[in-house]
């Protein structure tokens, strides 16, 4: 009987990590649907989901979103100290460090995807309001979460850009080039 | 009599490439004023002017800019070898050199300056669109600039957001902190 | 009687957590005057010291700081879960978000940190060997604290390189262009 | 008869420009040898030589060192405007954009490379040292040449460490998380 192989253990336990904090994958898919439907109007959630996964076996990726929610969780049951938990549990705007982790997560297809990252992030698409969102009488941090969604919509939506890149314009370029 | 100090020159400098290219400071300024209105609604284009000088004054800014647009003048007079002259006068979307150049920028003042930067971006927001856009007949490049001003305005906003910073939410929490 | 500011607050706070890791500011300065002692040999601790305050001053240094202290102490304490508990503890080497947030200190003062505190980092100069360094029988995390103090004392010796530019060669360069 | 596909006609032209400024991957391959024999003293030239060719075909790799490149030929061929004509010529140090370019290759295999980098750039390993020198009686520039270099080679000892990656000891901490 065949043990689960260590990729395939870490891939479950990032996905069950998301989920509970309440977002599945294809949420995430959704969002770089959204991002990539104005290039490729063909493209199907499916596809948005297969990408969504690529981004999330990488182990930077993980690693970013591990560090993220941990944080998360911690300030919600208030075991940071200050002013961290105060930065944390205020989403304070002037924080940074958030945004630092999401690039992580981004840079990993390439500059193409923060100029998504950004958008996806100002814009609060998809679930992301949801959890930027507070709720009357519930303690909840999202600071690093949201963060780590967009960014893996963005790097998706990049991933996706490079694998239907339209080539037609620049390959007489390249058979030109010597 | 006394000679122009070296920053003096180099400001100049910057202004007159930028302003060559049909890009003037208050151009960028209404950008960042389009981006910070929604959390300072009292800020001023003169406010938003003052950044904008603040970020061209950093040479690591000002070489981005140079490098920038010598590369979509070269690619214009057609002086640049293949594929990269393709790359530049179809602004490739997958070219990724303009976003790394524009990120440079952003960085000076920290992450906060990322979000806006997408957001531009994507959106195209005021002098933007028109660098963005292709005239009938003219033979154009602005591969390099409209990420640059992007960046810039990006940059402002956030040494904007620093200056003008609410910290009463956070200050409590810096007090009760040792 | 007037208050201490929010500024000198918050300065006095992130000295005060350096010190309860066992990091002074002199620690970190001296790691600086090893890396720019090569270039401007009249360099002095004193200059270093005034530098590294400089860093320390910013924002998103004080919270990338603040950030990688805490998962540190809460590695240390058993209270992360896992597999971040162990990642941490090993300072295991794919880890990578240690880097990330010393990058973001590094950026403040542009690409030039970069080289350094790539060179700071593999050589484990100064504290940062100490911090490295594995004692026996001692529960002790410092796998943020070591790429943090690298990242500081790197972004310093930028900002020293900014402030004693040799501009000579350049200088008549910038004059002759318009 | 099948035309030559377009990845490889990239890869080519990446090659043949490589070896136009004098450089051969296996050159590359080397510096990336001498930063992982530390850590893995039975890797061979060969394991170098396939990572750099694996760093090599992604696009923004491709893409930052076309730019270079023609950047260096045409400060060489005294074709840039000023200042930027000097700032290259002169390999000014607190130009750059050399860097950023750099870090962008870097990043392709996350932030493992970035300390590699560092190191390589201010030690000059191997090829590096011969790309840097100044040579009498020859123009020649390479001031992006030996960043994109020490970009590529760090890149390529990134992939390596996370193909070789000792999980033993965090594997446990896996299988232990839900």
């Given at each position: 009987?065949?043990?689960?192989?260590?990729?395939a253990?870490?891939?479950?336990?990032?996905?069950?990590?998301?989920?509970?904090?309440?977002?599945e994958?294809?949420?995430?898919?959704?969002?770089?649907?959204?991002?990539?439907?104005?290039y490729?109007?063909?493209?199907?959630?499916?596809?948005c989901?297969?990408?969504?996964?690529?981004?999330?076996i990488?182990r930077?990726?993980?690693n970013?979103?591990?560090?993220?929610?941990?944080?998360?969780?911690?300030?919600?049951?208030g075991?940071?100290?200050?002013?961290?938990?105060?930065?944390?549990?205020?989403?304070?705007g002037?924080?940074?460090?958030?945004?630092?982790?999401?690039?992580?997560?981004?840079?990993?297809y390439?500059?193409?995807?923060?100029?998504?990252?950004?958008?996806?992030d100002?814009?609060?698409?998809?679930?992301?309001?949801?959890?930027?969102?507070?709720?009357?009488?519930?303690?909840r941090?999202?600071?690093?979460?949201?963060?780590?969604?967009?960014?893996?919509?963005?790097?998706a939506?990049?991933s996706i850009?490079?694998?239907f890149?339209?080539?037609?314009?620049?390959?007489?370029a390249?058979k030109?080039?010597?």
């Open positions: 009987m065949s043990e689960k192989s260590y990729e253990i870490k891939y479950d336990l990032i996905i069950s990590r998301l989920k509970s904090r309440g977002v994958v294809e949420d995430i898919a959704k969002i770089t649907l959204e991002l990539q439907q104005q490729l109007k063909d493209i199907s959630l499916e596809t989901v297969e990408h969504v996964k690529r981004v999330l990488k930077e990726v993980q970013a979103v591990f560090t993220g929610i941990e944080l998360d969780v911690l300030a919600e049951e075991k940071l100290s200050e002013p961290l938990s105060t930065l944390l549990m205020e989403d304070y002037l924080y940074g460090i958030d945004e630092i982790l999401a690039l992580s997560i981004v840079n990993v390439g500059s193409i995807g923060l100029t998504n990252f950004g958008y996806v100002k814009l609060k698409l998809g679930i992301i309001k949801d959890l930027d969102s507070k709720q009357d009488g519930v303690v941090c999202n600071t690093f979460l949201d963060d780590l969604v967009g960014g893996i919509a963005a790097a939506a990049g850009a490079h694998r890149a339209d080539t037609s314009k620049v390959l007489a390249y030109a080039s010597k």
